[in-house]
Nanobody, 118 residues
Framework: QVQLVESGGGLVQAGGSLRLSCAAS????????MGWFRQAPGKEREFLAR???????YYGDSVNGRFTISRDNVKNVVYLQMNSLKPEDTAVYYC????????????WGQGTQVTVSS
C-alpha cells in the first residue's frame, strides 16, 4: 500500500500562486508516475499533470503553461506549482501514483482544497 498526503492548498486571490505538495509513504518502490488531478463541484475529475521517475512531464489541456509539476525521488514527494490562478481553478486537488506495471492510477490522496477568489 502507498499512502499519499497532500498539502499546500488554501485561499488565494486571482493572479496569485500556490505550491501543492504530496508526500508518498509505505511501499514507495517503483512509483513510476506521480500526478495531479482536480475536481470542481458538479464536475468530473480532471487530469492536470504527471511526471515519471525519470522526470518526463505531461500536462493536461487546461493547464496552459500555468502549472509546473516536479518531484523529489529521494523524498518521494511530488509538487504542483500553480501560477496565474483563476477563479475557475477552484477545486479539490488530488495527487495520485501509478507503479511501473500498473495500467491505471492506483493510489490517491485525500485531496486539498484550492479556492481562488476574484
Amino acid at each position: 500500500q502507498v499512502q499519499l498526503v497532500e498539502s499546500g492548498g488554501g485561499l488565494v486571490q486571482a493572479g496569485g500562486s500556490l505550491r501543492l505538495s504530496c508526500a508518498a509513504s509505505g511501499r514507495t518502490d517503483n512509483l513510476y508516475y506521480m500526478g495531479w488531478f482536480r475536481q470542481a463541484p458538479g464536475k468530473e475529475r480532471e487530469f492536470l499533470a504527471r511526471v515519471t521517475s525519470g522526470g518526463m512531464t505531461y500536462y493536461g489541456d487546461s493547464v496552459n503553461g500555468r502549472f509546473t509539476i516536479s518531484r523529489d525521488n529521494v523524498k518521494n514527494v511530488v509538487y504542483l506549482q500553480m501560477n496565474s490562478l483563476k477563479p475557475e481553478d477552484t477545486a479539490v486537488y488530488y495527487c495520485a501514483v501509478r507503479k511501473a506495471l500498473a495500467s491505471s492510477w492506483e493510489y490517491w490522496g485525500q485531496g486539498t482544497q484550492v479556492t481562488v477568489s476574484s
